[in-house]
Nanobody, 125 residues
Framework: QVQLVESGGGLVQAGGSLRLSCAAS????????MGWFRQAPGKEREFVAA????????YYAESVKGRFTISRDNAKNMMYLRMNSLKPEDTAVYYC??????????????????WGQGTQVTVSS
């Protein structure tokens, strides 16, 4: 099992920045990919960004490319999401997720085995 805990959400004005953190514990050696997803009220959960637990591969949704940066610190079992130039449409609950394999594409929630509890990000206009 892998446990995930997000932190760093909050209220920010449009154009501002936030950094989300995800702390992983447990059988972290089994992680293949970690990702961030978000869910706004009345909408389905959507992919934001993903990173392989080893190597340099990162992936982004088109809506956040150039504004968000995903990174990780394997030594600390941490993953981060730096969010710049935030927009009101970025408002959502952000979830950290971990996958044990590449059976499914990195952008599909179905492929992730473990999820955090979520952290609220609210961007005011």
């Amino acid at each position: 099992q892998v446990q995930l805990v997000e932190s760093g959400g909050g209220l920010v004005q449009a154009g501002g920045s936030l950094r989300l953190s995800c702390a992983a514990s447990g059988r972290t050696f089994s992680i293949y990919t970690m990702g961030w997803f978000r869910q706004a009220p009345g909408k389905e959960r959507e992919f934001v960004a993903a990173i392989r637990w080893s190597g340099d591969s990162t992936y982004y949704a088109e809506s956040v490319k150039g504004r968000f940066t995903i990174s990780r610190d394997n030594a600390k079992n941490m993953m981060y999401l730096r969010m710049n130039s935030l927009k009101p449409e970025d408002t959502a609950v952000y979830y950290c997720a971990a996958s044990r394999s590449n059976t499914y594409a990195y952008y599909t929630a179905l492929g992730y085995n473990y999820w955090g509890q979520g952290t609220q990000v609210t961007v005011s206009s």
